[in-house]
């Protein structure tokens, strides 16, 4: 059993920690929308010495409506310890195209025109620079697309604002009638 767990071990540091020289695809078995997670959190490390090209890729659920997708992430920069240079994140499709602009460390990115049951991935892009690697962490999560709300008709808003104002100067007018 105790092999086992340091082969699973090494294993997961070995695929979290890949040096990458070229883009590499993740595939995660994470889930995005209402019958999962709206949100969830990632956490990604580093070997040193490499550079970050790397994409980690995630599945909006078949039961999600149109929405938009935000991301946030930073490079954990302890002294020389961890950090990543010239650090940027971007949102993918599953082919590694580009959907979004490029964000920097703590920079919120949206992408307005997410679809159930697609793969998405999340770009990270830089240079290692710690001397123990780099880490990687961040949040994804979708928010109801805002033209599927409804909105109140400017012809009712109209008719409600113009309804007060009446009242407001016909309160005013009796008010000076009594004075």
Do not use: C
């Amino acid at each position: 059993m105790k092999n086992l767990i340091e082969a699973s071990t090494f294993l997961a540091v070995l695929f979290l920690s890949t040096e990458a020289n070229a883009l590499m695809f993740h595939s995660t078995n994470d889930i995005l929308g209402p019958s999962s997670a709206d949100d969830f959190f990632y956490s990604h490390s580093f070997s040193n010495n490499s550079s970050v090209d790397d994409i980690f890729l995630f599945t909006i659920a078949s039961n999600t409506a149109p929405s938009i997708l935000t991301t946030t992430a930073s490079s954990t920069d302890i002294g020389k310890v961890y950090g990543i240079n010239n650090f940027k994140y971007a949102i993918t499709d599953d082919t590694g195209t580009i959907l979004s602009d490029w964000g920097f460390s703590g920079q919120d990115i949206f992408y307005s025109s997410i679809l159930a049951n697609t793969t998405y991935g999340i770009y990270f892009k830089g240079e290692v620079s710690g001397k123990r690697g780099g880490r990687v962490a961040g949040i994804n999560a979708i928010i109801e697309n805002p033209s599927n709300v409804l909105a109140t008709p400017i012809p009712a808003a109209s008719w409600l604002f113009g309804g007060a104002l009446l009242s407001v100067f016909g309160i005013i007018r009796k008010r000076r009638k009594t004075n």
